[in-house]
């Protein structure tokens, strides 16, 4: 199993947004909401959670986009203004936990989703063997104990 360590960094295609984040995600996840696949333009996407606080872009300026989101909560999410890349999601007024896109991580090795949220709305094909939400956790506990037992920091 590999062990990371902090910070992590990331940041967009072109490189114009860099990003580090100085605390381990609280858990990791597949998001299969229809926001989620809009945006992504794919069956889902991979999402870190992270502290808020401990999260801060390095370089660039980010656009901010928001809408209102499958369950009906207000959302932000910050991308490049040159490429698009989105990096980072979190709900208006910012709470004290944020959404990293995964795969912007400049290393994405350590990375495997601990369960699947907002599965009403995935694709068909998909199969589902680890934790799963039908929609927005009311707890997302069973996701964080279960990222926690991956050991990975």
């Not at 902090?6 to 990791?28: F, N």
């Not at 991308?79 to 980072?88: E, K, M, Q, T």
Request: hydrophobic share 35%; with cysteine.
């Amino acid at each position: 199993m590999k062990k990371v360590s902090l910070p992590l960094t990331g940041g967009c295609h072109c490189g114009a947004l860099r990003y580090e984040l100085t605390a381990p995600p609280v858990t990791v996840y597949n998001c299969h909401c229809t926001n989620c696949q809009k945006i992504t333009g794919g069956a889902f996407v991979v999402s870190a959670m992270v502290p808020q606080d401990e999260f801060r872009f390095t370089k660039g300026e980010p656009k901010k986009a928001e809408w209102i989101s499958d369950a009906g909560n207000r959302r932000y999410g910050c991308f490049c203004g040159d490429c698009g890349g989105r990096i980072v999601h979190g709900q208006t007024p910012p709470g004290a936990i944020a959404a990293i896109r995964a795969g912007t991580l400049d290393d994405t090795g350590w990375l495997e989703p601990v369960g699947d949220i907002w599965t009403k709305s995935a694709q068909k094909w998909l199969r589902f063997d680890k934790l799963v939400a039908d929609g927005q956790p009311r707890d997302f506990a069973p996701f964080i104990e279960a990222f926690k037992a991956q050991g990975r920091f």
